[in-house]
């Protein structure tokens, strides 16, 4: 209710207590570290920005758990309908003016 009347504190102390369990969440799905921390912070924008849509018909913490679950399941099933793999090269191509680079290792 305090985030709902814009207590920026509130909002502060969910972060610190949700953070921890979005992240565990999210990087069991995706299993690579900066996607979760993203996944976090989206699901926090999420919240922040949807608040007066949560009816109180579950406990916050439910309906909050679901952000970065239901987040992380998208991006997954976004990178196997692209065939992402985390063994995929990186293209170290650089393009500057007419010249190309290739930056091997």
């Avoid at 009816?55 to 998208?74: C, D, K, Q, V």
Wanted: glycine share 2%.
């Amino acid at each position: 209710e305090r985030i709902r009347k814009g207590d920026n504190a509130a909002f502060t102390e969910i972060h610190k207590r949700y953070y921890p369990r979005f992240y565990s969440t999210a990087f069991a799905i995706l299993r690579d570290n900066e996607d979760a921390k993203e996944i976090c912070n989206d699901a926090f924008k999420c919240i922040y920005l949807s608040i007066h849509d949560f009816r109180g018909e579950s406990m916050f913490s439910t309906w909050a758990y679901r952000i970065p679950y239901n987040l992380a399941l998208n991006r997954r099933v976004y990178w196997r309908s692209r065939q992402r793999s985390k063994t995929d090269p990186i293209d170290t191509t650089v393009v500057r003016g007419d010249e190309v680079y290739r930056l091997d290792r």
